[in-house]
């Protein structure tokens, strides 16, 4: 079958590649013919790309848009991995604008429980099905190939130079529970935070002692590099907090319906914007203090000599431990951090 698709469909061989296997051992439980971009060096484990797949009974086969399995494998481990291959497959298909009309086939059922096959059910995107009874000719076939194509390469557009890793990281961010460092991230964060919080309870205090190296950015989709936030850090630092504000414990809040207990909200206190400039990593529980609403939104919008008000409370209490994980900043440039032009010595 490779070499008739090269020929019928006039694949340029200096772009596509079409690699098939009959069915091998164990692994290959459904034999499969696909179609990959050599310029994105994606390969059948790896990366995205058209199959054709057919069902272990050999009823039918599938024209399939579909994604490798191993990076979910290697980074979750199999039966998470696959729950998150389904969610990308998921989150793909909603960005694209290319789908044929004929081929928006949602799910494939492949007869067989076999890795192989799981795999390719779950990194399904979309496609559609040729049922052995009633086959279209060889023509309409190519022709389903030939657009998916289309569907393929807008697919990569939107990769935008992303290498598999980053895009789908990107993809993933706020199923993994962590959130970028934006107003529209903002709330929902907040709310993750608290929600893990209430599962989490009977945690003890969680207690740094080294530098931790900067973690590898995340990659937007317009190609900047950015360093979100994790829930789970943020929630553990309203622990060690006791949910009080770090500025002033007596300000007065209340009750979270998610917590069970007093409502305050997590802030990074050196941005995570400034995490390119930082050899070590910023998303440390120790960098997170526990602000009430009012103090946290004081920080982000209020008036210059209020902020450092409170960013001098703040600092003289951590920084000492901010610089033993790598973290130091002296206040003049944190103040520069918060948009202060002044630096905060001159508003005091």
């Not at 296997?21 to 790896?46: H, I, L, M, R, Y």
């Not at 076999?114 to 049922?131: P, S």
């Not at 305050?264 to 400034?274: D, G």
Request: net charge neutral.
């Amino acid at each position: 079958m490779p070499p008739i698709l090269l020929k019928e469909a006039k694949l340029d061989q200096s772009m596509y590649r079409v690699q098939g296997s009959p069915g091998q051992g164990n692994w290959a439980d459904v034999p499969w013919v696909a179609v990959f971009n050599k310029q994105k060096n994606v390969e059948a484990t790896k990366g995205y790309y058209i199959v054709f797949v057919f069902r272990s009974d050999f009823k039918g086969f599938y024209i399939s848009l579909n994604q490798g399995c191993t990076y979910f494998h290697e980074k979750y481990k199999e039966k998470l991995g696959n729950e998150k291959l389904g969610i990308v497959s998921n989150k793909v298909r909603e960005l694209l604008h290319t789908i044929p009309k004929e081929q928006g086939l949602i799910n494939i059922d492949l007869v067989s429980q076999g890795r192989l096959a799981k795999g390719y059910m779950k990194g399904h995107i979309c496609g559609t099905y040729y049922d052995q009874d009633n086959l279209p000719d060889s023509k309409k076939i190519i022709e389903d190939l030939e657009e998916l194509l289309i569907t393929y390469e807008e697919l990569l557009v939107i990769m935008n130079g992303r290498t598999l890793e980053q895009f789908n990281d990107y993809l993933l961010l706020n199923d993994d529970q962590y959130y970028l460092e934006d107003e529209s991230s903002e709330e929902k964060f907040q709310e993750t935070l608290l929600e893990i919080e209430k599962k989490n309870q009977n945690v003890p205090n969680y207690i740094e002692e080294n530098p931790e190296l900067r973690p590898p950015a995340l990659v937007d989709k317009g190609g900047s590099e950015k360093w979100p936030r994790d829930s789970k850090k943020a929630s553990r630092a309203l622990r060690n907090n006791n949910f009080k504000c770090s500025f002033d414990d007596s300000h007065s809040t209340f009750i979270s319906k998610k917590s069970g207990k007093f409502y305050v909200e997590a802030h990074h206190f050196i941005p995570m914007a400034q995490q390119k400039s930082y050899k070590y990593n910023l998303d440390r529980v120790a960098n997170i203090f526990a602000l009430c609403p009012n103090c946290h939104r004081m920080v982000h919008h209020g008036r210059d000599n209020d902020k450092v008000i409170v960013l001098r409370k703040l600092y003289k209490d951590r920084i000492h431990k901010l610089e033993s994980l790598g973290l130091g900043i002296t206040f003049t440039d944190l103040c520069k951090a918060y948009g202060i032009s002044k630096g905060g010595n001159d508003l005091l």
